[in-house]
Structures are given as structure tokens and as C-alpha cells.
T-cell receptor
Framework: EPEVTQTPSHQVTQMGQEVILRCVPI?????FYWYRQILGQKVEFLVS????????KSEIFDDQFSVERPDGSNFTLKIRSTKLEDSAMYFC?????????????FGPGTRLTVT | QQQVKQSPQSLIVQKGGISIINCAYE??????FPWYQQFPGKGPALLIA?????SEKKEGRFTISFNKSAKQFSLHIMDSQPGDSATYFC????????????FGEGTQLTVNP
């Protein structure tokens, strides 16, 4: 069964450093998403991406965040200058079409720890 | 107004029992209500979803009950099994919010053998 993959599974970085989280969505999917989950809190939407541009973003997704689809298979989330409060699990998701009715398939997540 | 509130935070059920998780929302524009199941080390996976034009949807042992006037919906797991032990999230989205899913806080379900 096709699945969304994410790398790395765990990233440790120092405050102020740039990090890039990578995702490989399901191959025929057209919509891509990033969510994050701070430990003990709910999953929060960050951004959605379609046709090589951001289609929607949340208030969390400020200028320090950016997304890119650098090639036909990868989807990346860049955090320009990490802060302690960026420590969270970051989930990538993809869907064939807009939700609903199309299901969003989630990857296993990247745990980002900012020290 | 975008919030979805979920309870309980954790739930322990005996094998064969019924697990019930509740969610409430404020935004009347929400028109899609999925439930996600998450096992440790995995991302959330869609379990079952409902639209507000029906009051109940059943898939196997899993049932969503939906009360539009009360702005509440719940997940019932019948004949709960130890393999159902996981974290469950309710979520909601609306046409006006694009494909953004708004999640509840999550419920950690433990089914004892």
C-alpha cells in the first residue's frame, strides 16, 4: 500500500539554526500538507500546497517557515531560524484531491528537538 | 470558533466493552467530521468520517453519532479489543477553510485484555 514517508525521523538542532524536514508524498497525490503536534497538545495545521504554490496557511506559518516541492517527488518544510518553541512532531500529509471527500494520508512524522 | 473540543483525555476499557469518545465544535460552517487513529510511532490514519446530513455512520465496530443541533459528535467502538489501544483524534473541516483539518486534543484509549 502506498504511504507517505518522512525523513529524518528525529532531528536535533540548536536554536537559531535552519532545518529542512523532508517528505515524499504518495506518488499520484496533488495536495500536500504540513501539520505539527507539540508534545501533549493537539495536531495543528500549518500549510497546504497545490500546483506549486501555497493554497492556505495558518497563523502559525509565519515568515520563518517555507515550503517547497523541489522535484517531482519531495515536499519540504524549512524553518529558517529555529526557536525552542518549534520543538514538536511535524507531520506531512498528502491527498489526491481536496478534503473532503479525499482522505489526507499522514506520514509517520519527524520529531524536531530544538536545544 | 475554529476549535474542536474532545473528551475524555484518556479512557480505559475492558476487552469487549464499548469505548465512547466525544467531540464538540462551535463553527457551524464545519461540514466534514473525520476520526483518526494513531498508533505510537505512526501518523494519524483515517478511521471513519461523517457529513452533517446524516446522524449516524457505522463501519464494522466503529460508529459515529452526530448531533447537528448540539454541535456534537462521538465515536463508539463496540466490542473493544486490545488492538484498538491507540490515540484517537476527532477533526473537522469546512469548504470555506479549504482542506485544513482542525483537530481535537486526542484521547488515549487503552483496552485491557
Amino acid at each position: 500500500e502506498p504511504e507517505v514517508t518522512q525523513t529524518p525521523s528525529h532531528q536535533v538542532t540548536q536554536m537559531g539554526q535552519e532545518v529542512i524536514l523532508r517528505c515524499v508524498p504518495i506518488s499520484n497525490h496533488l495536495y500536500f500538507y504540513w501539520y505539527r503536534q507539540i508534545l501533549g497538545q493537539k495536531v495543528e495545521f500549518l500549510v497546504s500546497f497545490y500546483n506549486n504554490e501555497i493554497s492556505e496557511k495558518s497563523e502559525i506559518f509565519d515568515d520563518q517557515f517555507s515550503v517547497e516541492r523541489p522535484d517531482g517527488s519531495n515536499f519540504t518544510l524549512k524553518i529558517r531560524s529555529t526557536k525552542l518553541e518549534d520543538s514538536a512532531m511535524y507531520f506531512c500529509a498528502s491527498s489526491y484531491g481536496r478534503t473532503p471527500p479525499y482522505e489526507q494520508y499522514f506520514g509517520p512524522g519527524t520529531r524536531l528537538t530544538v536545544t | 470558533q475554529q476549535q474542536v473540543k474532545q473528551s475524555p483525555q484518556s479512557l480505559i476499557v475492558q476487552k469487549g466493552g464499548i469505548s465512547i469518545i466525544n467531540c464538540a465544535y462551535e463553527n457551524t460552517a464545519f461540514d466534514y467530521f473525520p476520526w483518526y487513529q494513531q498508533f505510537p510511532g505512526k501518523g494519524p490514519a483515517l478511521l471513519i468520517a461523517i457529513r452533517p446530513d446524516v446522524s449516524e455512520k457505522k463501519e464494522g465496530r466503529f460508529t459515529i453519532s452526530f448531533n447537528k443541533s448540539a454541535k456534537q459528535f462521538s465515536l463508539h467502538i463496540m466490542d473493544s479489543q486490545p488492538g484498538d489501544s491507540a490515540t484517537y483524534f476527532c477533526a473537522a473541516s469546512s469548504k470555506t477553510s479549504g482542506s485544513r483539518l482542525t483537530f481535537g486534543e486526542g484521547t488515549q484509549l487503552t483496552v485491557n485484555p
